[in-house]
């Protein structure tokens, strides 16, 4: 992982979590070979523990192959919610939990 490829380290993305993808916003440009162009995704892997899915992949360089960050996604259900987290370098840092029931009871409204 490069902390020079990116403006700012594990920017905060408060809610937003990407399975796949970069945060070009953050991205600066390659410290190895100093060229400014798409990031690629490598290494790509998923996989399923104990009811989690965890996917991880590469960002690298499109001219010289530096990797710049790596990316970790998560996805769960725990009770009645789907939970989402992202901890990237590149991307950023994220968490979210929506509800798997057609109205989220954290969102409604107090009867008193």
Known sequence: ???????KEYPD????????GSYLMNYVGCAKCHQRDFVLISNKATEDEDGEEIVTYDHVCKNCDHIIARHEYTFSVVDDYQEYTMLCL???????????????????????
Do not use: H, Y
């Open 90 to 112: 590149l991307c950023g840092k994220a968490e979210d939990s929506i509800s798997v029931l057609p109205d989220d009871p954290r969102q409604s409204a107090p009867l008193f």
């Open 13 to 20: 993305r408060g809610n937003t979590c990407l399975e796949d």
């Open 1 to 7: 992982m490069c902390t020079d490829c990116v403006q």
